[in-house]
C-alpha cells in the first residue's frame, strides 16, 4: 500500500499548484503577449515601410504629373508659337502675290568675243577622245568576262 504523504505536505501541495497554475498562465499570457508585441512591433514596421513607400511612390506620382505638366505647357507653347509663324508666313506671302510681278527683261546676246584657236584646237580633241571612248565601250565592255 502506497504511504500517505503527512498532512501539511498534502495541505501545501494544492496552494502550490494554485500558485504555479496561475504563474505558469501568466508566463504563458507573457510569452504570448511577448509575441504578439514582436508580431505587431514587425507588423508596425512593415506598415511603416510600406507607407514609407506609398509616401515616396506619391511623391514620385506628384512629380512624374508635374513634370508632364509642364510639357504639356511648354508643348502648347510651341503648337501656338507654329500658329503665329505659318500664319505670318502665309500672310508674307499673300503680300507678296499681290505686288505686281516683274517686268521681263530680254537677255542681250553675249558677245562674240576674240576666239582663241588653241582652246578650239584642245575642244576637238576632246570630243574625239569622247567619241572614241563611247566606241570602245560599246564594242569591249560586252567581251569584258
Known amino acids: ?52 513607400q506609398r509616401e515616396t511612390a506619391a511623391h514620385e506620382l506628384q512629380l512624374a504629373h ?20 505659318i500664319a505670318r508666313h502665309f500672310e508674307e506671302h499673300r503680300l507678296r502675290g499681290a505686288a505686281p510681278l516683274p517686268k521681263f527683261r530680254e537677255s542681250r546676246p553675249a558677245r562674240k568675243g576674240v576666239v582663241n584657236p588653241q582652246w578650239e584646237q584642245i575642244d576637238k580633241q576632246l570630243t574625239e577622245l569622247k567619241t572614241h571612248r563611247e566606241d570602245l565601250l560599246g564594242r569591249l565592255t560586252p567581251a569584258h568576262p
Not at 504523504?5 to 505558469?24: D, E, K, M, N
Not at 501568466?26 to 508580431?39: E, I
Not at 508635374?66 to 509663324?85: N, Q
Open 1 to 52: 500500500m502506497a504511504k500517505k504523504p503527512s498532512s501539511a505536505a498534502y495541505q501545501h501541495t494544492p496552494a502550490a499548484y494554485r500558485l504555479l497554475v496561475p504563474a505558469a498562465m501568466l508566463v504563458l499570457v507573457f510569452a504570448l503577449t511577448s509575441q504578439q508585441k514582436v508580431v505587431a512591433a514587425r507588423a508596425d514596421a512593415d506598415t511603416l515601410k510600406e507607407v514609407g
Open 66 to 85: 508635374e513634370i508632364v505638366e509642364k510639357a504639356r505647357s511648354k508643348a502648347a507653347a510651341a503648337k501656338t508659337e507654329l500658329e503665329d509663324f
